[in-house]
């Protein structure tokens, strides 16, 4: 069996992801390539990779399609990554900037390829700023502007110092005391409580898709909608299966009491140091489980207060769970307590 180590220098690297690719030829000739290794579980493939930097690709059958995915070994771990090759999937690229009028340093979205971006991506990109320049509340990523020159439009938005949040957690999160990891969960429930006053459905809320400064922020706004009480998705593909409720996952429903429930998921994460929910098992396998009465355990120090809040926030009937203005209330009495 050949697995792949990598090996190619930063420069390389760059030169090739330059290079204009045919995505159709690209999965034709995959075949030929030894490190594909056909129709392969995950359980099977993790033996093949011994070494850390091994890695190889494979089909894998995820919601009844069958999917390319990538499998690597790092750090002594094996990680799984569905390879997205469909034209509806991710294709935005943030950069650093500085805004010439004021010095200010920015964030800049855009799409990932100037040259080949559909028009159903460039709307898809200008919604998400539409929709973001509704929104003023400190707790939540601010929008600066459009940039429509050029061959693609950009999205300008605030620069949070520390980035996103899953990976400050995962590089910080030994030095982290509780009633810093309240603040956190406090933080994005405000901003939540915010977006809930807007009638906006965020649908992916992780800590990947926050950002931390001086206090967390709400961002990445791809997946969200304004609405009134709820709607239905008629789209189920590449969503987060591992945060959703379980009547998004089976009735395509969203409402802001889905995103409580995703909101309790990201309480696990931040408890967690950046920990990986439902670790080990695919986002399906998760799903069956919950759909079962299973729920994760709180991570080791959490508050059982806050693990209470916690599991209230997955609770499977949505009327059940709090809304984001109650939860925001309880966290501020629970960190005047530290």
Known sequence: MDCWRWQRSKRHYERELLEEVDPLQALLELEEDSYFHGRLDRKSAEPLLR??????????LLLGVWQLALSVRWRGQHRHFVI????????????????????EQVAVKKCLRDGDV??????ALLEEGRLMRR?????????????????????????????QLRQF???????????????????????????????????????????????????????????????????????PLK???????????????????????????????GGEPYSNMKGREAVHLVSNGYRMQPPPNMPPSLAGLMAECWQTDPRRRPSFQSIAEFLESELARY
């Open 51 to 60: 070494r850390d930097g091994d890695f190889l690709v494979r089909e894998t």
């Open 84 to 103: 997205q090759t469909t034209p509806e999937g991710q294709f935005g690229v943030v950069r650093l900037g500085v805004l010439r009028s004021t010095g």
């Open 118 to 123: 559909t028009p159903g991506q460039q709307r």
């Open 135 to 163: 929104y003023q509340h400190p707790n939540v990523v601010r929008f600066i502007g459009f940039c429509l020159d050029g061959r693609s439009p950009m999205v300008i938005l605030e620069y949070v110092k520390d980035g």
């Open 169 to 239: 957690l995962r590089k910080n999160g030994r030095s982290l005391l509780p009633h810093q990891l309240i603040a956190m969960c406090r933080d994005a429930a405000h901003g939540m409580c915010y977006l809930e006053s807007m009638n906006c459905v965020h649908r992916d809320l992780a800590a990947r898709n926050c950002l931390k400064g001086d206090v967390v922020k709400i961002s990445d706004f791809g997946l969200s909608r304004e609405v009134e009480q709820y709607y239905r998705s008629v789209n189920q593909m590449n969503l």
């Open 243 to 273: 945060w959703m409720a379980p009547e998004s996952v089976y009735e395509a429903k969203y409402s802001s009491k889905s995103d409580v429930w995703s909101y309790g998921v990201l309480m696990w994460e931040i408890f967690s140091r």
